[in-house]
């Protein structure tokens, strides 16, 4: 799943953010700085922070 738009994040699902977050690591296996870019256009941070959301509103 590409991820044209930070915003759709807001969208996710707890499973759907599960498997972004899996879906990510895993290609680091096979894309040196697959992470670092991610973590460089902030779509690892906004993962992150609506995981957080999603704790805050008692879904986790």
């Known amino acids: 799943m590409k991820i044209d738009s930070l915003?759709?994040?807001?969208?996710?699902?707890?499973?759907?953010?599960?498997?972004?977050l899996t879906t990510h690591i895993c290609?680091?296996?096979f894309?040196?700085?697959?992470?670092a870019i991610m973590i460089d256009n902030e779509q690892?941070?906004?993962?992150?922070q609506q995981l957080?959301?999603?704790r805050?509103?008692?879904i986790l």
């Open 7 to 20: 915003e759709l994040l807001n969208l996710a699902n707890i499973h759907r953010l599960h498997k972004l």
């Open 44 to 48: 690892f941070l906004a993962i992150l």
């Open 27 to 29: 290609k680091e296996r």
């Open 52 to 54: 957080q959301a999603s």
């Open 31 to 35: 894309c040196s700085k697959h992470i």
């Open 56 to 58: 805050q509103d008692g």
